[in-house]
């Protein structure tokens, strides 16, 4: 059986944390930025983990599993 392979756009995507967890960047982020609020583009910048309800699946297209 061949090795499975990475899904590109999942290791473009997400990051693994020294605990195991998973980061993302948020969306909405990359244009048309006029009408959003200063503060609510700040908010986008940080970076947050991805729902628990999710990580099985980016895991298994991270080939974690």
Do not use: W, Y
């Not at 930025?33 to 990580?55: F, G, Q, S, W, Y």
């Amino acid at each position: 059986m061949p090795k499975m392979k990475t899904t590109s756009s999942a290791k473009k995507r997400f990051k693994i944390t020294g605990s195991g967890k998973i980061k993302r960047k948020h969306a909405f982020k990359s244009h048309i930025l006029t009408k959003k609020a200063k503060k609510r583009k700040r908010n986008l910048t940080a970076a947050t983990l991805v729902h628990k309800a999710d990580e099985s699946n980016i895991k298994l297209q991270l080939c974690m599993k």
